[in-house]
């Protein structure tokens, strides 16, 4: 298969990367978005095969040998389940599965053609992070610290950030959800935890209906203790995974992309520095995509419907602590 033709369902900022991503390792695209000016922008960008403003036109087309779904999260399972009855491909679906984790069962029965896009999971000064920390350089793990705290109006500067679907409840906006990343990172690194205790909240003057405000605190049967900060206020940006162990402390700091290794008795942090951009994770996935798609066999894949399913079930779980003002348990 030269050029695989795949259609990219959703043209606004992750997908028309996708797109772009993917017409440079050789693909064909399409494109289906309701909005003629996202369609219009993924042209300008590159040759679009056949362009639609309807989904059953989109997925009523023959010949695709892939797809990628880049539309808002509320919309993922219907969508995956919608290109499973006609089209019996491989689907790379953007992060989270969905916007519940009962939602996203419903993905189980495909779930052999499906890879998730947590797409953190392909960034290389992570995969080492989660190596170093496993090849046990800092000892027993006692703590893990997840910070994630960036101003909703930065992010996209080409819109009103009222206008996006971040800014919205009901199409799986808000903190939680969409960074929910740290989640993933958190059951990638520790695996699967025993209690979580939350406050989702909206906190600042930010026009939205989605929370904007997230802190987590997560038990292990280990003794392992975790606390994620998930917000949609601060400035400067800030993303960054902290361990403490008991030989050390070692830490990812996005910003400066790079691994910073302090142990007792040293002065101050020895770095393992990268060089690689954030797009590299999008292209990591994209490349994984392509391999399924040629029949290449990437078993298990990096990051599939189960781990989706798992990410919001500790998400639903501190929905329930903060409106309970309880710990939640977590069954497996
Ligand atoms: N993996 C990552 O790091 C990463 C980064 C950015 C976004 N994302 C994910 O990608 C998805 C889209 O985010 P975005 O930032 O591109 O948002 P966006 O608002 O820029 O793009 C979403 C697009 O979907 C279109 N759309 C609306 N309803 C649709 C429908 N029913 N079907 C198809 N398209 C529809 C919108 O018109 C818009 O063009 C989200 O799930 C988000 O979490 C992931």
């Known amino acids: ?42 042209a300008a960008e590159g040759p679009l095969i056949s362009s639609h403003m309807k989904l059953d036109a989109a997925l009523g087309a023959h010949g695709y040998d892939g797809f990628v779904i880049a539309s808002p999260p509320v919309f993922h399972v219907d969508q995956v389940l919608a290109i499973a009855a006609r089209h019996e491909r491989w689907i790379l679906c953007e992060k989270p599965l969905s916007v519940t984790a009962a939602e996203a069962r419903r993905l189980e029965p495909v779930a052999g053609r499906v890879l998730l896009g947590y797409t953190y ?80 909240e909206k906190i600042s003057s930010l026009e939205i209906s989605a929370d904007d405000n997230v802190d987590i605190l997560v038990s292990y049967a280990s003794g392992l203790r975790v606390n994620l900060h998930l917000d949609l206020l601060g400035r400067p940006h800030e993303r960054s995974i902290t361990a403490t162990g008991e030989g050390g402390t070692l830490a990812y700091v996005y910003e400066e992309n790079a691994i910073k290794l302090c142990r007792e008795g040293a002065a101050d942090w020895q770095r393992e520095a990268f060089t690689c951009e954030r797009n590299e994770m999008f292209v990591g996935a994209a490349k994984e995509l392509l391999a399924l798609v040629r029949g290449g066999s990437e078993s298990p894949v990096t990051c599939s419907v189960a781990d989706g399913v798992r990410a919001l079930q500790v998400v639903d779980a501190c929905r329930e602590s903060s409106a309970s003002g309880r710990a939640v348990l977590l069954t497996p």
């Open 121 to 200: 999971r392909w960034w290389p000064p992570l995969g080492r992070f989660r190596e170093r920390l496993q090849a046990g350089e800092i000892g027993t793990l006692h703590t893990l610290r997840f910070v994630m705290s960036a101003h909703l109006a930065d992010w996209h500067p080409w819109e009103r950030y009222q206008d996006f679907f971040m800014a919205n409840r009901e199409q799986g906006g808000g903190a939680l959800l969409d960074e929910s990343h740290f989640i993933d990172l958190m059951l990638w690194i520790a695996g699967w935890p025993a209690k979580v205790y939350a406050q989702v």
């Open 1 to 42: 298969m030269d050029s695989p033709h795949i259609l990219v369902l959703g043209a606004g900022s992750a997908g028309k990367r996708h797109a772009r991503n993917l017409r440079a390792l050789g693909c064909l695209i399409s494109a289906f978005d309701p909005r003629e000016d996202r369609l219009g922008e993924a």
